[in-house]
């Protein structure tokens, strides 16, 4: 292929073996020129991969409502032949007669090779790993409702990072509904590439709240409130290089005097008026709040506050769709 062409195949296939029972196969075979981003989303190119998975749903039971188990195997290679993905593992879900539920996944990824996140300096090796996560979920279907997440990650040359969520949905009213959710990860030995051959491990805590509400006055009027916002903090730990021609990280001393910490802090928050005047007729106002820095080391509240305070866009607008005619 030249630098304008690339070429790909993608192919999958789903056997249904009984009622419960699927397994599913995928194989693809991209270069490292083709880009179908236009077509929808590709995760990359320069690969090639195959992934088997297997669904097990079984229901009608006495002690449980019904459970899922899925297994699953993916490996995946670039065009270099390193191995830039290999994993096995499975996911399951299990709901209780009250309609309560607990879910899981647990993966064991042996050690391969990263090719990306160097940016273009090279390729290096990540030790093997073990992920997990475990969900609890409370009957959604009452007023109100909780689920709660841990899990962890481990990093690409040490440290792991733990995450925990929990989220409260709660519907006072038949026309209004109001959803809440932390969602905090602890980061150790987050590895992040610097500038050409040089990454630095960071230590550090990232919090991610959000809120929305949604209310319907009438049956044709909606307001709709969503707030997110994101705000990490990490400390430099360890430091190190990739040789050239070398897959292998060398943890080395300090390359510079300015230290790599930093924050990051991003906020959006839209409130939305919405009423149908008549079929394909509406009226909209929306009061959108967004921004997004990167700073040195600074503390949640103030990278919050400066994000409220002094945002990078703050937009009010009115719009009027009428349909004309009968």
Not at 36 to 60: A, C, H, M, P
Request: glycine content about 8%; charged content about 25%; aromatic content about 14%.
């Amino acid at each position: 292929s030249d630098s304008e062409n690339g070429f790909g195949m993608i192919a999958d296939a789903t056997y249904t073996q009984r009622q419960g029972l699927k397994h599913e196969f995928k194989i693809s075979s991209l270069d490292d020129q083709i880009d179908v981003n236009d077509l929808g989303y590709q995760r990359r190119n320069d690969i090639n991969e195959f992934v088997y998975r297997t669904q097990w749903f079984k229901s009608g039971l006495k002690k449980v409502r019904n459970f899922s188990l899925s297994p699953f195997i993916r490996y995946q290679a670039n065009g270099e032949g390193f191995r830039t993905f290999h994993g096995y593992g499975f996911s399951g879900n299990l709901v209780l007669n009250n309609l309560n539920s607990i879910g899981g996944f647990i993966g064991y990824f042996p050690s391969q090779y990263d090719d990306r996140n160097s940016f273009g300096n090279g390729t290096f090796s990540v030790r093997s790993r073990v992920f997990s996560d475990l969900r609890f979920r409370t009957n959604t279907s009452k007023p109100t409702s909780l689920f709660l997440r841990l899990g962890t990650r481990p990093q690409a040359v040490y440290g792991t990072t733990i995450e925990s969520q929990i989220g409260l949905t709660w519907r006072p009213l038949e026309n209004l509904a109001l959803e809440m959710e932390f969602e905090h990860k602890n980061n150790k030995g987050w590895l992040l590439h610097q500038k050409d051959n040089h990454f630095t491990s960071f230590n550090g805590s990232q919090w991610q709240p959000e809120f929305s509400m949604e209310y319907y006055p009438t049956s044709k009027q909606q307001l709709r409130l969503a707030l997110q916002w994101v705000g990490i903090r990490s400390k430099e730990d360890r430091f190190f290089d990739l040789p050239e021609g070398s897959t292998e990280l060398i943890e080395t001393s300090k390359n510079g005097i300015e230290p790599d910490d930093f924050s990051i802090s991003q906020l959006n928050l839209q409130l939305r008026y919405r009423w149908q005047i008549a079929p394909l007729s509406d009226l909209f106002i929306v009061y959108t709040k967004g921004d997004k820095k990167r700073t040195d080391l600074t503390n949640f509240g103030d990278m919050f506050n400066d994000n409220w305070d002094d945002p990078l866009g703050d937009y009010l607008v009115v719009k009027l769709r009428y349909r004309l005619g009968s």
